[in-house]
T-cell receptor, first 115, second 114 residues
């Protein structure tokens, strides 16, 4: 079974600075998809960014980018120019490309933005 | 697009009572998922459906939990009888058939069982 590990329960960053959230996963599959979700205090789960495992190019979405290292099974999220609205729980998630279509989540990282 | 709609947003009930949580997925989505979120266990998949058919219910805690999807636009998660340890936030999510499609989540139902 696939597992997703987020080793940083909490992180903090100064407003306008850059922060990187770590995620590693364990799988024997070669084709899969990885996602980062954000959960603000409103508890809504919001998609931040996704990465296809077959793509070598790292995904970017405005101030959000990932560092995808397939061999190392690592999928970190970088947030540039941090804003107060970025404060939230961030979850890394894995989805198989074949077979079981469920999303497996990590335990989350709580990000605090310091004004 | 109205998004995934869950009701109620909050539910407080007494131990032993029946609880029914409701979900309307995004129109056209083939998959529907029920997740539970707690501080201790994080986000756990309870069950998911493909074209209204349950595919994987291995995450359903016990026989007290049941889920149905009578049609493409409606699903329920029922707990009978409820217990205090069922207190959690329950999320419904839906997605397209294409695996690279993300899950779109509802706002969740916060269940408190006293």
């Amino acid at each position: 079974a696939q597992t997703v590990t987020q080793s940083q329960p909490e992180m903090s960053v100064q407003e306008a600075e850059t922060v990187t959230l770590s995620c590693t996963y364990d799988t024997s599959e070669s084709d899969y998809y990885l996602f980062w979700y954000k959960q603000p205090p409103s508890r809504q789960m919001i998609l931040v960014i996704r990465q296809e495992a077959y793509k070598q190019q790292n995904a970017t979405e405005n101030r959000f980018s990932v560092n995808f290292q397939k061999a190392a099974k690592s999928f970190s999220l970088k947030i540039s120019d941090s804003q107060l609205g970025d404060a939230a729980m961030y979850f890394c998630a894995y989805r198989s490309a074949g077979g079981n279509e469920k999303l497996t989540f990590g335990t989350g990282t709580r990000l605090t933005i310091i004004p | 697009d109205a998004g995934v709609i869950q009701s109620p947003r909050h539910e407080v009930t007494e131990m032993g009572q029946e609880v029914t949580l409701r979900c309307k997925p995004i129109s056209g989505h083939d998959y529907l998922f029920w997740y539970r979120q707690t501080m201790m266990r994080g986000l756990e998949l309870l069950i998911y459906f493909n074209n209204n058919v349950p595919i994987d219910d291995s995450g359903m805690p016990e026989d007290r939990f049941s889920a149905k999807m009578p049609n493409a636009s409606f699903s329920t998660l029922k707990i009978q009888p409820s217990e205090p340890r069922d207190s959690a936030v329950y999320f419904c999510a839906s997605s397209l058939r294409v695996v690279r499609s993300p899950l779109h989540f509802g706002n969740g139902t916060r269940l408190t069982v006293t």
